[in-house]
């Protein structure tokens, strides 16, 4: 902060942008940006929002407005000087703020994004998505000079970039200190962007893209006024009223997005509690969805004035995809951030919006199953966190849930996964993973496989809590396969004929499997619980599972990630009792009481190496990396006779 004594000393600063800044506006301009025009919908965008805040601080210290309450935004092209001039009279910004605000990317998780979009190498595409906001400019102008003075303030400051890696800072000149408040940025456009100072040009882009903007957009021609847009919140304007395109062009304003959205929700609630809403869901995954620090995506108005873009009550955390703004007639404008935190009146607002979002989800899902496939694909393991958080929601909430499963391509719903089990099938089995194709090749569910029997891929981390909460779905109990206590004996083989016989007699068991049980149990005695015959396993000869009362391997594995546990609990092998690995095992300790020591040695190295085999196959890491490659080196050389 400078102080009031110090500014006759500062004089123009130099500093550079934000690495991640830079890079951005490599991209920006380099990129063919197709439509360039929408730098005009970002800046006003901007003067908009600065000047609700303004708006909303003046509630509460209305000397703000030095008597000045009227809100605009100004366009002034000139022709002589080719630059394009967007004023506002908005909160502005100080030193501090424009050094913060149009010097680094201020959003969470930006600098992770920028890498992302650097390594796929398709900029262009994800910037898209992203939204460049303030930057934008540097598509049409090669200089750029913002100048401010902070609601309140005394100071008035300049910022200057060319966009190429710096900016200058500096007290503003004399003669831009008519700006009573608010920002004035002056565009030195481009010569291949002379079309942004033709007035009817300017005109049609305003009415384009930013025809919703509350604030009167006006323009000055000579010495004539004209008012560019609506100027009316489109959230209060009835449906028949508002196009599809003005429509989107809401949604990019209020969620700072590019994309088309998926799903609009425009509606107005007239009973004890009034309120207006207009919402939507977006068409890609916002890149922060994960990011706790987010920005929240719905904005609160009371009667028509913004309060906060920063209120975790109006919709729940599973709902945080959602974008757009509620209006409400009935809370205070005063209304302190604190008091909103409990608010009885935001609380039912809550309600009734979540259940007409998960409303219309839900006809998405019974009438367009493809289209609702895409949301899930990008919100559902959002969704999902509403089974543990929302217990009222809970049972709409699982007949949303999609899953991919053995049986079916795409999608299936739990209902149709109940329609499909077979008789005598009393669970719902399911598997979970870190990845949808690792899950699919788990060894643990060949059995299952061999019998026909369905098995629902999880691979959410989310997945792991929610189960655990719902427990049940239609009195049918979920039930992981990399656990014991699974009990398969019952089902025929899927290809058994008619009268139940299988086509082919599986090969049978060594008969030294007992004592191969026995032999790995006291080799592994400290690194596994148990070892037991396994009836899931097919084609694999190993696998781990957890016991029956204990942690889930993939939870236990998350946890850890997270530092959350640092135990890791005995699991118990499995071993294949028909796969020609285990029996000729098997068939070598039968007939031991021949062999000598070396022999015994090399049953060991096998022992450690099914066990890390199975831990591999689960997506663990084997403890001694040197002892597994020791013996792998010594058994292959053996098969190779070196
Ligand atoms: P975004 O609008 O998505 O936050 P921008 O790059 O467009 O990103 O702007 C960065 C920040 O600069 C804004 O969040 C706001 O705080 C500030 N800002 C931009 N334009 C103005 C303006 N006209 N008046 C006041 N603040 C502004």
């Given at each position: 902060m400078v102080e009031e004594g110090d500014m006759d000393s500062i004089s123009e600063e130099k500093l550079s942008f934000q690495a991640e800044v830079s890079r951005l506006l490599d991209i920006v301009a380099n990129s063919l940006y197709s439509n360039k025009e929408i730098f005009l919908r970002e800046l006003i965008s901007n003067a908009s929002d600065a000047c609700d805040r303004l708006r909303y601080a003046a509630l509460t210290e209305p000397n703000l407005l030095s008597g000045d309450p009227g809100f605009k935004i100004h366009l002034k092209p000139d022709a002589k000087s080719r630059t394009l001039t967007i004023s506002d009279n908005g909160i502005g910004m100080n030193r501090d703020d424009l050094i913060e605000n149009l010097?680094?990317?201020?959003?969470?998780?930006?600098?992770?994004?920028?890498?992302?979009?650097?390594?796929?190498?398709?900029?262009?595409?994800?910037?898209?998505?992203?939204g460049v906001g303030f930057y934008s400019v540097f598509m049409v102008a090669d200089r750029v000079e913002v100048t401010c003075r902070k609601a309140g303030e005394d100071h008035a400051w300049t910022w200057i970039s060319d966009g190429k890696g710096e900016f200058t800072v500096a007290p503003a000149s004399p003669d831009s200190l008519d700006l009573a408040r608010g920002s004035r940025i002056v565009l030195s456009l481009k010569k291949d962007a002379a079309e942004y100072l033709d007035p009817a040009r300017l005109r049609n882009i305003v009415k384009t893209y930013s025809d919703h903007v509350a604030i009167p957009v006006v323009m000055t021609e000579g010495d004539k006024e004209d008012t560019l847009n609506s100027a009316s919140a489109i959230w209060m304007r009835?449906?028949?009223?508002?196009?599809?395109?003005?429509?989107?062009?809401?949604?990019?304003?209020?969620?700072?997005?590019?994309?088309?959205?998926?799903?609009?929700?425009?509606?107005?609630?007239?009973?004890?509690?009034?309120?207006?809403?207009?919402?939507?869901?977006?068409?890609?995954?916002p890149f922060d969805l994960f990011n706790p620090e987010r920005r929240h995506g719905v904005k609160l108005y009371v009667k028509r004035i913004f309060i906060t873009d920063d209120c975790a009550e109006l919709v729940p955390p599973y709902l945080r995809f959602l974008r757009g703004v509620i209006d409400t007639e009935d809370l205070a404008l005063n209304i302190s951030r604190e008091m909103l935190q409990s608010h009885?009146?935001?609380?039912?607002?809550?309600?009734?919006?979540?259940?007409?979002?998960?409303?219309?989800?839900?006809?998405?899902?019974?009438?367009?199953?493809?289209?609702?496939?895409?949301?899930?694909?990008?919100?559902?393991?959002?969704?999902?966190?509403?089974?543990?958080?929302?217990?009222?929601?809970?049972?709409?909430?699982?007949?949303?849930?999609?899953?991919?499963?053995?049986?079916?391509?795409?999608?299936?719903?739990?209902?149709?996964?109940?329609?499909?089990?077979?008789?005598?099938?009393?669970?719902?089995?399911?598997?979970?993973?870190?990845?949808?194709?690792?899950?699919?090749?788990?060894p643990h569910l060949e059995g299952f496989e061999a019998k026909g029997i369905e098995v629902l891929l999880l691979s959410d981390p989310v997945d792991e809590f929610w189960i655990p909460a719902v427990a049940t779905f239609k009195d049918k109990s979920f039930k992981s396969v990399t656990r014991g206590g699974v009990d398969l004996s019952g089902f025929a083989a899927k290809d058994a004929g008619e009268d139940g016989d299988a086509k082919q007699e599986p090969e049978a068991a060594a008969p030294g499997t007992d004592a191969l049980v026995a032999f790995l149990k006291l080799a592994l005695k400290d690194a596994v619980k148990d070892v037991r015959r396994s009836e899931r396993l097919t084609g694999s000869p190993v696998c781990l599972i957890a016991d029956e009362g204990d942690m889930d391997m993939h939870l236990e594995r998350l946890l850890k990630q997270h530092r959350q546990i640092d135990m890791a609990s005995k699991r118990v092998l499995e071993i294949n009792p028909k796969h020609n690995l285990i029996r000729s095992l098997s068939q070598r300790l039968e007939t031991k009481g021949t062999a000598g020591e070396g022999d015994n040695a090399a049953l060991e190295d096998a022992a450690w190496l099914l066990l890390d085999q199975a831990r591999i196959l689960e997506g663990e890491a084997v403890p001694d990396p040197a002892a597994f490659a020791r013996r792998l080196t010594t058994i292959v050389e053996r098969g190779f006779g070196a």
């Open positions: 010097g680094t990317i201020a959003r969470s998780g930006t600098a992770a994004f920028m890498r992302q979009i650097e390594d796929k190498g398709e900029g262009a595409n994800l910037i898209g998505q992203f009835s449906k028949s009223d508002i196009t599809d395109v003005q429509y989107t062009e809401f949604y990019h304003h209020v969620a700072h997005a590019m994309d088309d959205p998926w799903l609009r929700l425009h509606f107005k609630a007239e009973g004890v509690i009034e309120y207006s809403g207009l919402l939507y869901v977006p068409a890609v995954q009885p009146v935001l609380a039912k607002i809550r309600g009734a919006v979540t259940k007409r979002v998960l409303n219309e989800l839900k006809k998405k899902a019974e009438k367009k199953p493809e289209e609702y496939a895409a949301f899930w694909d990008n919100f559902g393991a959002v969704l999902k966190e509403g089974l543990y958080e929302d217990a009222s929601q809970r049972e709409t909430l699982t007949g949303l849930v999609r899953f991919a499963s053995t049986k079916i391509e795409g999608l299936t719903s739990l209902s149709e996964y109940v329609e499909r089990m077979p008789e005598g099938q009393s669970e719902i089995y399911y598997i979970t993973g870190d990845d949808a194709d690792a899950v699919r090749r788990s």
